[in-house]
């Protein structure tokens, strides 16, 4: 699944447009690299976005076209 979309099922951006800048202007990385919003995600993988007052780091769990927005926060676990 590509990046840009998993922020946006998953919820952790509102919008995929948003999602898109975002990897575009090099605010999200996955396993330490910065990445382009066509990357293929994988179940494992630590990603990063990075926003203007912080930034939030997880592990993706599994992937889903579509999830209904009670089960979103089940497709990844937040690191500290």
Do not use: H, Q, W
């Amino acid at each position: 699944m590509r990046i840009d979309k998993f922020l946006k099922v998953s919820r952790i951006l509102k919008r995929r447009s948003v999602a898109n800048e975002a990897c575009g202007g090099g605010r999200v990385s996955v396993n330490g690299k910065e990445v382009k919003p066509s990357y293929s995600l994988k179940v494992g993988d630590e990603v990063e976005v990075r926003f203007g007052s912080g930034a939030v780091k997880f592990r993706v769990k599994e992937l889903k076209e579509t999830v209904r927005k009670e089960d979103a926060d089940k497709m990844y676990e937040v690191i500290v």
